[in-house]
């Protein structure tokens, strides 16, 4: 199936200081692509893999599940940390779960975090039902474009694909046994309007995480795709300047930030 328009994928080749970034579940790159240019601009090196079954149709994603989302940013990771001195890992949502299985996996290869409306846990009645459900119903209504900046659309599916739906519930519960294992500088940026997920899953992702270094800020302008909302820039500069604590080089005349 060919990708959607604006879908794709996104590598840039930068200095020695990279950052992986991870969509959201039914979502694509296309919601942190400007996150993405703005570190390229930058100097950094840049990976925002497209993870499968995402960005074609969601009948393809009927056929993923966590295991094949979490394989591609792994597998982005490992080129990033042979590549880069540093690697800091950013998501959204779903992504931000990705994110910190990764931290807890990799350890002192992932130098920081940067979560934006992290997910936790599917919520609702209906998500003790998907384990059912999904062998009778194939999706339900999608849940792309939570955003309060008129005009701004997130490249997404319709529809939500109750099987993937099914094993993303089941990877939240993973992560979330994992949170005590991520001991990383964090920060946590987050929507007190999400329709999509609600503020509960941060302030649960912040009490179980072991990082001594955290920092919990509020979009107050946004809805659940800050990255494409009103905060949107709020999100690059704090990432930035989070890049430019823990790795000092960066930005810094003289460095090889460039190459």
Partial sequence: ????????????????????????FTGSPQSLRPWADYLAERGLTVSLPLLPGHGTRWQDMQLTG??????????????????????FVFGLSMGGALSLRLAAKHGDAVTGLVLVNPGNKVHGAAAQALPVVRHFVRSTKGIASDIAKEGSEEVGYDRVPLHAANSLRNFFKIVDGELPQVTQPLVVLHSPQDHVVPPADSARILSRVSSTDVEEI?????????????DAERIFEESYSFIGRLAPSVGKKGSTTGG
């Fill in 1 to 24: 199936m060919p990708v959607l328009p604006g879908a794709e994928p996104f590598r840039h080749e930068g200095g020695e200081v990279g950052v992986l970034l991870c969509h959201g």
């Fill in 66 to 87: 966590w295991q094949d989302w979490y394989a591609e940013v792994d597998r982005a990771l490992r080129e990033l940390t042979e590549r880069c001195t540093r690697v």
């Fill in 218 to 230: 509020l979009l107050e302008q946004s809805y659940h795709v800050a990255t494409l909302d009103h």
